[in-house]
């Protein structure tokens, strides 16, 4: 009998996956990869506290099918306004489903939230899991293809057919 190595399915695409520049936490960038390469993706994990420059060139670099950003120590809101657009700015970045999530503010008030997540959509990110958990990004990218197809995500439609724009796990949402 002959040991032959077990055929893995080919890659989903490769996903970048970065904290913002002021964030030293790694759990949640190893959970997000352990989760992202169960559901067949190549990840790249850039790990914690990323310059906001060095992201954006490695983004270049590989050309990413997504880009997914973490945040848990509650500057996610700021360094996000920031980041998004640098990555927009690029061209071969600009049609990039670029997602953010985790504790992403300090607030309390939920609409403050909401308007802060809606500040982040507006900054060019294609969707913000606010407050929520990593399983609220798989359900994300088992609802549709985050390349460009129309998503529907937990909380909520899509805005546009070719982008996906939404608000997920923001407490008061459905």
């Not at 914690?48 to 060139?57: F, G, N, S």
């Not at 309390?108 to 809606?118: I, M, T």
Request: aromatic share 4%; proline share 9%; net charge negative.
């Amino acid at each position: 009998m002959v040991n032959e190595p077990a055929r893995l399915p080919a890659p989903r695409g490769t996903v970048i996956i970065s904290s913002v520049a002021s964030d030293a936490h790694t759990w949640n960038l190893v959970l997000l990869q352990l989760l992202l390469e169960e559901m067949g993706y190549h990840v790249v994990n850039l790990g914690p506290c990323v310059p906001d420059a060095l992201l954006v060139e490695e983004c270049v670099r590989r050309r990413p099918t997504m880009v997914v950003i973490s945040s848990i120590n509650g500057h996610g809101y700021a360094d996000g306004l920031r980041l998004a657009p640098r990555l927009r700015a690029r061209p071969e970045l600009a049609a990039t489903p670029v997602v953010i999530g985790g504790k992403l503010g300090v607030v309390e008030d939920a609409a403050e939230r909401d308007r802060q997540s809606a500040a982040l959509l507006e900054a060019g990110f294609d969707a913000v899991f606010a407050d929520a958990h990593a399983t609220d990004l798989c359900r994300y990218l088992r609802s549709g293809d985050p390349a460009g197809q129309s998503v529907e995500p937990s909380a909520g439609p899509s805005v546009g057919p070719t982008v996906p724009r939404t608000v997920a796990g923001a407490p008061g949402r459905p």
